[in-house]
């Protein structure tokens, strides 16, 4: 939530049925509250946030700690011309290694930044990964891309392109798959069903 130029978390308890203290931070620069509704990533035992503002920049809130810090992007975030950055997506998303991981997508051509610590002991962002998506696309479809879901603990981000097509793509062998394209996706919420370890038949035991 905000209160005038902070953001305050508040830590709820299911084992308690409680919330703690708010903990905030200053935030001077304007954001709409819409912000909020990107996908939130678990890095270690930290929480981060994008803020798609007009200074784009992350948000970190650590459980141990719980205390809340501001995160640079990665310096070619910061450079972009500003017509340029509208045409592109930005995800948050855990790095290999287990270290926060940042997604530029520009049309079909997608720029992983990994943010590490340095030997000098501070922490910096170096460019990990460039893939082209080569997904089958209509030439009328080509131009256009936004990243409608993302399933953090598998790496697996759903692009939606023109023409209502959605395709889930795996980040790291850049393997994608279509889905049906006759529900008419806004969001993809991703989730996958367990089944207890034991015995069990071929039609109660599966994963989604």
């Known amino acids: 939530g905000r209160c005038g130029d902070e953001i305050m978390v508040w830590v709820y308890s299911s084992e308690t049925s409680t919330r703690g203290d708010a903990i905030s931070i200053m935030w001077l620069s304007p954001f709409d509250p819409d912000d909020f509704a990107c996908c939130n990533t678990l890095v270690g035992n930290s929480i981060f946030w994008l803020f798609n503002e007009s200074s784009m920049s992350i948000l970190e809130f650590d459980l ?41 997508l520009e049309g079909f051509n997608a720029r992983i930044w990994k943010r590490k610590v340095k030997c000098d002991g501070n922490t910096g962002w170096v460019l990990r990964n460039t893939m082209k998506l080569h997904l089958p696309l209509k030439r009328a479809h080509r131009y256009h891309s936004e990243i409608v879901g993302f399933a953090e603990d598998y790496n697996v981000v759903f692009i939606a392109t023109g023409g209502g097509v959605v395709f889930m ?40």
């Open 64 to 104: 141990d700690r719980q205390c809340l810090a501001k995160v640079e992007v990665p310096p070619e975030v910061i450079d972009l011309d500003i017509s340029v950055r509208d045409e592109c997506q930005f995800l948050i998303m855990l790095a290999e290694g287990g270290e926060l991981g940042f997604l530029i």
């Open 169 to 208: 793509v795996h980040l790291e062998s850049a393997q994608f798959k279509k889905l049906p394209q006759k529900l008419g996706y806004r969001t993809c919420y991703p989730f996958t069903s367990f089944c207890t370890a034991g015995k069990c038949n071929a039609y109660s035991c599966r994963e989604n």
